[in-house]
């Protein structure tokens, strides 16, 4: 399978917990996103990276959580003490860069992370 | 801010209808619009992207729409299966990083 691919799937933890997540996007795709998603809703933006560089932070993104990608491949998120509203499903996409008008982003199966 | 609205939040229809999945959007300046289908618990599948010179575009069973002046898009299913149920979310392109995104649309095809 050569799609984007999340680990872990399913994640529970207690909160004030710390948890990291790891998305490895499409082969040669050089732009990598994080979103977040609470039921019923649709995704939300958390960040964006062209290659290595994390090039924007979406508001929802505050100080408890940090994204890396390092060598512009694989990328991880971590949230530090988590809380009960962290509790989503964090969604992982890439998308090979170029033309932004063709450029189409491809998801990959998300992590659902619950916060007792 | 870029708002997108889809209408109807849910839809059930018997099987081989012909169905329209409606999305409006506040801000007309989008580079592309796409169209996803989640299943329960799942990731999204890409079904039809729009580039924001484009009408419509077409792939098997489905044809989107696209109206960037009036903010609207829409995606018609032709021949609807039980195996189209799923949620269909829009989303529109801004700039080179985020899609926005719809609440998304709730299908459910009746055998």
């Known amino acids: 399978d050569t799609g984007v691919s999340q680990n872990p799937r399913h994640k529970i933890t207690k909160r004030g917990q710390n948890v990291t997540f790891r998305c490895d996007p499409i082969s040669e795709h050089n732009r990598l996103y994080w979103y977040r998603q609470t039921l019923g809703q649709g995704p939300e933006f958390l960040t964006y990276f062209q290659n290595e560089a994390q090039l924007e932070k979406s508001r929802l993104l505050s100080d408890r959580f940090s994204a890396e990608r390092p060598k512009g491949s694989f990328s991880t998120l971590e949230i530090q003490r988590t809380e009960q509203g962290d509790s989503a499903m964090y969604l992982c996409a890439s998308s090979l860069g170029g033309v932004i008008g063709t450029d189409t982003q491809y998801f990959g199966p998300g992590t659902r992370l619950t916060v007792l | 801010k870029q708002e997108v609205t889809q209408i109807p939040a849910a839809l059930s229809v018997p099987e081989g209808e012909n169905l329209v999945l409606n999305c409006s959007f506040t801000?007309?300046?989008?580079?592309?619009l796409q169209w996803f289908r989640q299943d329960p618990g799942k990731g999204l599948t890409s079904l039809l992207l729009i580039q924001s010179s484009q009408r419509e575009q077409t792939s098997g069973r489905l044809n989107a729409s696209l109206d960037k002046s009036s903010g609207r898009s829409t995606l018609y299913i032709a021949a609807s299966q039980p195996g189209d149920s799923a949620t269909y979310l829009c989303?529109?392109?801004?700039?080179?990083?985020?899609?926005?995104f719809g609440q998304g649309t709730r299908l459910t095809i009746n055998p």
């Open positions: 801000d007309s300046a989008i580079y592309n």
């Open positions: 989303a529109v392109r801004e700039g080179a990083q985020k899609l926005v």
